[in-house]
């Protein structure tokens, strides 16, 4: 028997809408699989706790959240209440980094039952590898001088280790799959320290994984094959930053963010991994009882896939796609049921495949 014990963090938002429906899945497939079962604890740290505290999470948040083995985590950001960057450095980047999850995976996959914006898109199936603990996504730099003259800068920083453990990992995730083929997002003619780097840390790795194909793509180049041909790309490594949007483009082909899910993993398994879906909180539809829980349901089956429970893991992915295939579809997907239509539907159809 496994026992795997949660940290939940519902957050803000629409995440307190969804992240019940991840619960539920989870414990479905724990009775479902037989061998399996979580112990899972609620926090509620979010922006509302930083208008009652000061702090989006309690000092020694890091240090409670150290003695779990995952974090489910819904979204965190109330704009109106708290500044963006507060709220995301102050819980979800703090967490990442403190957590060494150097590794941000994010499937983008054409899914039945939900219709692409794009008008040929030919069964699609991407698993892009963001770098997540260092690049772009740096403190470093400053402003000064305030008026006309000012002056802004803003270091991006790239470690050896830190850039080659990204790109390895992005190797042996080709390794599984069927196509065997990494693309690495650069932007070597115009940002031209970091990216030529990347670029030979790529071509050195790659040097290990001689069955694996591999090709470097710019950036802006990319980004319109995503659009024009995305049933050419496997797995994608990407930069912090360049990884972010790529996925947000990804999120948009499948035909909705409400849909995407994403890991933050640390590979070592010395610290937990968090597992939450690409979308924010959402604060123009939340409280209308209308946020797609797809998102977070897909992100419980990446939890399950990373503990070793790919079995149970896909029956759930397949009930989500059998209930969006019956039409049953939040608004963002241009249907009309609820978050609890939708959830609730999933949830049965997975305990018929179960
Ligand atoms: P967002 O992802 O919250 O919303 C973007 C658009 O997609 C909105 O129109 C929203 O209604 C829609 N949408 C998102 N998730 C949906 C779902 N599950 N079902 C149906 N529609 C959905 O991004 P936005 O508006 O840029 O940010 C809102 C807040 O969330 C900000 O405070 C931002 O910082 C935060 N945020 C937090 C993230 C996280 O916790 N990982 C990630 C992205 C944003
Ligand atoms: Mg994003």
Not at 275 to 300: C, L, R
Request: glycine share 10%.
């Amino acid at each position: 028997m496994k026992n795997i014990e949660i940290a939940v963090i519902p957050g803000d938002g629409i995440g307190k809408e969804v992240v019940p429906f991840g619960v539920k899945a989870l414990e479905l497939a724990a009775e479902i699989h037989g061998g399996l079962s979580f112990k899972m604890q609620e926090f509620p740290w979010s922006c509302e706790y930083y208008v009652e505290h000061g702090r989006m999470m309690p000092e020694n948040g890091i240090d409670i959240l150290k003695n779990f083995e995952a974090i489910f985590l819904g979204a965190v950001g109330l704009p109106k209440t708290v500044p963006d960057h507060v709220s995301l450095w102050g819980l979800l980047i703090a967490i990442r980094r403190e957590m060494k999850q150097y590794i941000n995976l994010r499937p983008v996959k054409q899914m039945r039952g939900v219709r692409s914006p794009l008008a040929d898109p030919k069964g699609f199936d991407i698993l892009v590898v963001r770098e997540n603990a260092e690049g772009e996504y740096s403190p470093i730099g400053g402003r000064m001088i305030a008026g006309n003259d000012e002056i802004v800068v803003q270091n991006a920083v790239f470690t050896r280790s830190g850039t080659e453990r990204a790109i390895r990992f992005a190797f042996e995730a080709a390794g599984k799959r069927d196509r065997k083929f990494v693309t690495s997002a650069t932007k070597s003619n115009g940002i031209i320290h970091s990216m030529p780097f990347w670029d030979e840390v790529f071509g050195q790795v790659g040097r290990e994984f001689p069955e694996i194909q591999q090709t470097s793509t710019h950036i802006d180049a990319l980004s319109a094959f995503f659009v024009t041909k995305p049933q050419t790309l496997d797995v994608v490594v990407a930069s912090n930053l360049f990884g972010d949007i790529l996925t947000d483009l990804g999120a948009g082909i499948m035909g909705s963010i409400g849909i995407a899910p994403s890991a933050n993993i640390n590979p070592d398994r010395k610290y937990p991994s968090m597992f939450e879906p690409v979308h924010g909180s959402a604060p123009d539809i939340y409280g209308k009882g209308i946020a797609n829980p797809v998102g977070q349901m897909w992100t419980a089956k990446m939890m399950l896939d990373f503990f070793g429970f790919e079995d149970v893991g896909q029956l759930l992915l397949d009930s989500i796609e059998d209930t969006m295939e019956a039409g049953i579809i939040t608004p963002d997907l241009g249907g009309k049921a609820s978050t609890t239509e939708v959830g609730e539907a999933i949830l049965t159809k997975f305990k018929e495949r179960g």
